[in-house]
């Protein structure tokens, strides 16, 4: 390992801390506190001889959900510079600030710009750090408490913005599609489609998948929930366990009460060689692959991601490995449908020996707003560091499956002196055609049941007879069509459109002439 180039991009450091309201000693802290912890534990991972909080000169911020929408509300107010709120925390000034867009895939996109600018000489060490305190946040506002979480920092900060440009569709917010779980349950239902399965035996494939998942939870002390479930306790609808939107049963979705916070710290080989940073600490970022998708409308097929297995596949390219190399794997689980995207295309079984988490989970574990991947990355190095020679694989996934990230690491060395081992995969160029003008019918592809502010609603996406997708809302006041969808097999019908009062297309099972 001596003969490492310097300018050979390393994790020299991880950590991850986080507090429940029940926890004996429970702080209450704040995003920036919970960051600066996890930074602070970050540094210390590194057994570092010289001072390598002064050494860090750019940290990225991951956005807490509360400052992740334009419409997003701070209730005890927010850091103006969020990066070097946290940096001061543990004494570092970086000579850049960054604080990254919306998306759960953004920590391993940043490792990977940030491996790339060390390759390049650009940088010498570099953090990425985020946290949420959403339970801490709704204890305090149940309890009646306040708290002041301003910050005044100043200084340069490169703001990213939100990200989230060409990833809602108007139709689909205007139809009631204004959460991701509704945007998941659209995919999910899809592939139930597509597979032929009842609402029953797909609520039991999802209780299999996840089942194994309550287990490394369960083992996992930064958990949010360390109770073991079966498969058939996950499928089972109860009043504890009530459907959020169908498919979903409320279990089998992201847990995002957590209080939880995790920091990457990255080197060239050069600098950890000078801040005396044992090589064994060492874990080498071998590829780094970042893929967008179409915005849901525009997919031809709204059961698969074809952008998710791109950014795998060209990760596992440039790291010259295959999946069946891989010891550890951490696909993102805010749903089941990024994971069955990723084992329908592989093959690969939920019951594989390796298993598909290393934390948990989001349902489990906690997803921690957009900085859920950073716990899945520090499992990943520490597990690495005792299995030296072994490969692991994260997937990190953002929006509606809009976006992802994969990225591989081993304790072997990874040459970046020729290879482009830091890669953006292009858009795929097929879309599907959104209706512009009202349409007399649509054909159901998919569609998803929730309750909504006024009792149940129905989002539907299909296409009109020009090919164009359409989205609409099931008139479930009309006894068929609440029947239709209710039964949970409105897959293929032909249902008449009409517009309402506000603009609204609506869906209804009766005749169509023609």
């Known amino acids: 390992m001596s003969e490492i ?15 429940r309201p029940q926890d004996p000693g429970y702080r209450a802290l ?11 534990a970050a540094l210390a991972d590194t057994h570092a001889a010289g001072d390598a909080a002064r050494a860090i000169d750019t940290i990225g911020a991951i956005r807490q959900f509360e400052i992740s929408r334009p419409d997003a509300k701070t209730p005890f107010g927010r850091a103006d510079n969020p990066p070097r709120a946290i940096g001061r925390r543990v004494g570092a000034d970086p000579r850049r600030a960054i604080l990254e867009t919306t998306g759960g895939q953004t920590n391993q996109k940043l490792l990977g710009e ?53 990833m809602f569709d108007a139709e689909l917010l205007r139809h009631g599609a204004t959460s991701a779980i509704a945007h998941y349950a659209l995919f999910e239902n899809a592939r139930r489609a597509r597979l032929g399965c009842s609402l029953a035996d797909y609520r039991a494939a999802i209780g299999e998948l996840f089942a194994p998942f309550t287990e490394v939870a369960a083992a996992n002390p930064h958990a949010a929930s360390r109770e073991v479930h079966s498969a058939a306790e996950l499928a089972r609808v109860t009043p504890r366990n009530r459907i959020v939107a169908e498919p979903y049963a409320r279990m089998t979705v992201a847990r995002d009460q957590v209080n939880q916070a995790a920091a990457i710290v990255i080197a060239s080989a050069g600098k950890a060689r000078a801040l005396g940073i044992p090589e064994e600490r060492w874990v080498h970022v071998h590829a780094v692959a970042d893929a967008k998708e179409l915005s849901v409308m525009e997919r031809p097929d709204l059961a698969r991601s074809p952008a998710s297995i791109a950014s795998i596949e060209t990760a596992l390219e440039r790291s010259g490995r295959t999946l069946g190399d891989m010891a550890l794997l951490d696909l993102y689980s805010c749903f089941a449908i990024p994971v069955f995207n990723v084992t329908d295309h592989f093959g690969l079984a939920i019951d594989d020996p390796r298993g598909l988490t290393l934390t948990g989970g989001l349902p489990f574990f906690g997803g921690a707003g957009n900085n859920y991947s950073a716990h899945a990355v520090a499992e990943a190095v520490q597990r690495l560091r005792e299995r030296r020679g072994s490969h692991a694989l994260v997937g990190a996934n953002g929006g509606f499956m809009s976006k ?28 599907v055609r959104k209706a512009e003008a009202p349409a007399a019918w649509l054909t159901v592809e998919t569609y998803t049941l929730m309750e909504g502010r006024s009792g149940p609603a129905a989002v539907v996406l299909g296409r009109n007879e020009a090919g164009e997708r359409v989205a609409a809302n099931a008139d479930l006041a009309h006894a068929p069509t609440r029947s239709m969808f209710e039964a949970g097999e409105p897959f293929g019908a032909r249902l008449a459109l009409s517009v309402a009062p506000d603009g609204r297309s609506v869906a209804r099972h009766e005749a169509i002439d023609g």
């Open 114 to 166: 940030f491996a790339a600018a060390i390759a390049r000489g650009e940088s010498e060490m570099a953090t990425i750090v985020g946290a949420e305190a959403i339970s801490t946040v709704r204890a305090l506002l149940g309890a009646g408490e306040t708290r002041d979480w301003s910050e005044k920092v100043g200084g340069e900060l490169e703001d990213r913005g939100f990200g989230l440009d060409g």
């Open 404 to 431: 992802y990230s994969t990225g591989i690491y081993s304790t072997e060395p990874a040459d970046w002196s020729g290879a482009d081992r830091w890669v953006a995969v292009p858009t795929a160029a097929e879309t």
């Open 30 to 40: 704040s995003h920036m506190d919970l960051a600066g912890e996890a930074l602070k």
């Open 5 to 19: 180039h310097e300018l050979t991009p390393v994790i020299v450091g991880v950590g991850q801390v986080s507090e």
